[in-house]
């Protein structure tokens, strides 16, 4: 097993989103396809269909499943200076023996105001993503409580495919930098299972605020400064940075730090009572090849969260304990345990145009427990197919074993539309 970690390792040496090389590798396929002028879409939909196979570790038989997924997209301009922003998922799960459940994700909805200034205005709800680190982001501070329907674990789609947050946003901008200012307000107590509802009480559930600056020193340094605050809890600040060791290879920093309690006491309501000053941290290094190959090692750290002997203590102790950390780790966006070790590779056009391989792995030092996901895709100009496996190892309670989930298979097909 832990060769097989290793060697998974050995692919991965470096990391920066992968997100904007997939805007510039798409930027220069329209550069060599066509030189024609197109007219920009107001609105993109697509439709996703999957089968889904997954194996359990208790000696369960295999259960077959699917997924049936319709989104949609609007960004259009509707008066001089106004635009508007539409996104929205609607996911339908299936299994065998089990019964159909609906969940409509609103991902963000807003109006933008631009005057003639360098100023730009948004009000509505807004997924605003934050951080530089690949798989964890300490500086997302709007992260938690944001995913309704979990349809990948990879980190890009789980912060593509989540909800906003209502908010106001007012920026700044100059030419080399911006000042943002973003105050959410609380709008409901509790989170809701209705497949239609916008859900405000997951992301609106107390009020928030953020203020985050941002200027360019040199041609490839630009830290990003973060302060936050929650009603009824301390202030945060974070820091983004990321630096060209080389030409192939970039180098990334994302920090945050704050009086805050321990992840397992969270639960209990002892928060307060063991508040102190602690950190997260989120290192690596990306390495991008001549031939389209892109990896990443990352170190991942949260005080907050258990360490060696206390994340043992926790899954010797009573189950239900165990299960609502879980449960709160996993919607906080948070380490279930104080270090993680992830890598990550991407190819684009392996052997041929428009197929790209994925594989990610993420291990845990304390209890060896590791999840591996990997993926094939092919893409024509309107539609793509795509399989998925995913694969789980450790005891029961360990960190990266969705217990009795052992194994899983997913084959889909999208069209846009």
């Not at 980190?155 to 911006?178: A, I, Y």
């Not at 107590?189 to 107390?206: C, K, V």
């Not at 031939?291 to 203590?313: F, H, I, N, R, V």
């Not at 845990?364 to 092919?378: N, T």
Request: glycine letters at 8%; proline letters at 4%; aromatic letters at 12%.
């Amino acid at each position: 097993m832990r060769a097989t970690w290793l060697s998974l390792l050995s692919l991965a040496v470096s990391g920066l989103t992968v997100a904007q090389e997939s805007d510039e590798a798409a930027l220069a396929i329209a550069d060599r396809t066509s030189s024609q002028p197109t007219v920009r879409r107001a609105c993109i939909e697509y439709a996703e269909a999957a089968a889904i196979d997954t194996t359990y570790s208790d000696g369960s038989p295999s259960r077959t499943g699917g997924r049936a997924s319709a989104n949609i997209r609007c960004d259009g301009a509707f008066a001089s200076g106004w635009r508007g922003v539409l996104s929205d998922r609607f996911d339908e799960f299936w299994a065998r023996g089990i019964s159909a459940t609906s969940v409509n994700t609103l991902k963000e909805a807003y109006v933008s105001f631009r005057p003639s200034g360098p100023f730009l205005v948004d009000a509505g709800r807004i997924n605003v993503r934050q951080g530089v680190g690949l798989a964890y982001n300490p500086t997302d501070y709007f992260k938690a409580d944001a995913v309704r329907a979990v349809i990948s674990i990879d980190p890009e789609t789980l912060r593509d495919e989540r909800m906003g947050t209502l908010m106001g946003r007012f920026q700044g901008l100059w030419s080399s930098g911006s000042l943002t200012a973003i105050f959410a307000p609380r709008v409901a107590a509790r989170p809701t299972d209705a497949a239609l509802n916008p859900d405000f009480g997951a992301t609106n559930g107390r009020s928030r605020w953020l203020l985050t600056w941002s200027q360019r020193w040199s041609q490839d340094f630009q830290p990003q400064i973060s302060v936050t605050g929650t009603e009824h809890g301390s202030p945060q600040a974070g820091l983004d940075l990321t630096r060209l060791v080389n030409r192939a290879t970039v180098a990334y920093l994302e920090w945050s730090g704050g009086r805050s309690a321990p992840g397992m006491a969270i639960p209990s309501g002892y928060d307060m009572e063991t508040a102190a000053f602690r950190s997260r941290l989120s290192t690596g290094l990306t390495y991008t090849t001549s031939y389209k190959l892109s990896m990443t090692l990352e170190y991942e750290y949260d005080e907050a969260a258990p360490g060696k002997e206390e994340w043992a203590a926790i899954r010797r102790g009573p189950i239900p304990s165990y299960v609502r950390y879980r449960k709160y780790a996993a919607a906080a966006g948070d380490l279930a345990t104080r270090q993680n070790v992830f890598g990550y590779a991407h190819w684009d056009d392996v052997g041929i145009d428009r197929l790209g391989l994925t594989a990610f792995a993420r291990f845990d030092p304390y209890d060896h427990s590791r999840v591996i996901w990997a993926e094939a895709r092919y893409h024509w100009e309107h539609a793509g197919i795509a399989v998925q496996w995913q694969h789980s190892s450790g005891d029961a309670t360990s960190d990266f074993v969705s217990w009795p989930t052992h194994q899983s298979w997913v084959a889909l097909i999208d069209y846009y539309f």
